[in-house]
């Protein structure tokens, strides 16, 4: 074994502060680092990844956000590699749903003495994600998320991003279909937002459905319906706590694999990056990843 390598997004949140810091945590617990990388720019992140990967480094710990866990999962998944993950971004959702501590000396901390935990992740096509995949309000909502709004606020970005959004997004066709035969196709004439969550937390702590996770073997499938104003007010009072499924504004779907289709095609927001259009199928990865997470945590087990 080569030691792990430390590889930091140096342009997320607070990254640059705290790749020198996360170092000497590190070797001070007696984590072994063999390689130390603070990238300046993100779209090394996944080339990086791969060559560390490559060079038989273990594990990975990765310094960054969500875009930056989401950019770079796709050289760890089905690997015999370990994801440490410090939490860098504004919203962490990843590191919220598997109760990995956002302070930097508790994250190293689990890192070198927490438990390793096999995760599902979820798939768009061939691209593998962690948190949410969506169409719709997502898409704008993630367009109007600019780096001085997230520096600004911090991770309230999202959900005044998203409720931006809401209010302004005109509405289009979709039809759901579930190529494994566990609900019947549905199609809708005028939709805001369709999602597709692998996780249980997006959008800076929003939740995703009541009872989701990151070790189920299912995805959660939410459909928002262009209803009465006042139907969807109580649709957005509840983005934070996962019950506005409950509404009838919203279809919920629990499954292993969905097929969206959508008039006109539209993009995809994959974890906050357009990497897709539609149509696209979602399915859903089993086990597919190894990550360190907190003695105590309970979001998901060892296989």
């Known amino acids: 074994m ?17 790749f020198e810091r996360a170092s000497e945590l590190l070797d001070s617990l007696g984590v072994e680092v063999g ?16 060559e560390a990967v490559g060079e038989g480094h273990a594990p990975i ?28 971004g504004t919203a962490n959702d990843f590191a919220r ?3 990995i501590p956002s302070g930097l000396e508790a994250a190293c901390r689990t890192i070198a003495n927490g438990k390793v935990v096999d995760i599902d ?43 931006t959004a809401f209010f302004k997004h005109e509405p289009f066709t979709a039809r759901l279909s579930f190529p494994d035969g566990d609900h019947e196709p549905i199609g809708y004439g005028r939709l805001l937002q369709v999602a597709v969550g ?18 189920d073997r299912s995805l959660d499938i939410y459909a928002i319906k262009l209803g009465r104003r006042r139907d969807l007010l109580g649709v957005a009072r509840y ?16 499954t292993s694999r969905v097929l ?18 539609t149509p696209e199928e979602f399915s859903v990865a089993a086990n597919a990843l190894h990550v360190i997470v907190p003695e105590n945590s309970s979001a998901a087990q060892m296989d």
């Open 35 to 50: 390689a130390s990388y603070a990238l300046h720019d993100a779209a090394r992140l996944p080339e990086t990844v791969r």
């Open 239 to 254: 983005l934070k706590s996962g019950d506005f499924v409950k509404n009838d504004s919203v279809d919920h779907f629990r």
């Open 121 to 163: 992740l979820g798939l768009a096509g061939d691209n593998f994600y962690v948190n949410v995949a969506s169409v719709g309000l997502g898409v704008e909502a993630t367009r109007s998320l600019s780096p001085q709004l997230k520096k600004s606020i911090g991770p309230l970005a999202y959900p005044a991003a998203a409720i």
């Open 61 to 88: 710990i990765l310094g960054g956000g969500d875009g930056s866990v989401s950019s770079t999962v796709d050289f760890l998944a089905h690997h015999d590699v370990t994801l440490g993950l410090l939490p860098l």
């Open 198 to 215: 692998n996780g249980r937390f997006y959008g800076g702590g929003m939740v995703v459905a009541p009872g989701s996770g990151i070790d």
């Open 97 to 99: 749903t598997l109760e």
């Open 2 to 18: 080569e030691g792990a390598a430390l590889i930091v997004n140096a342009r997320s949140r607070t990254g640059e502060q705290a």
């Open 260 to 277: 969206l289709e959508t008039e006109p095609e539209m993009p995809v927001n994959v974890d906050g990056e357009l990497v897709a259009k």
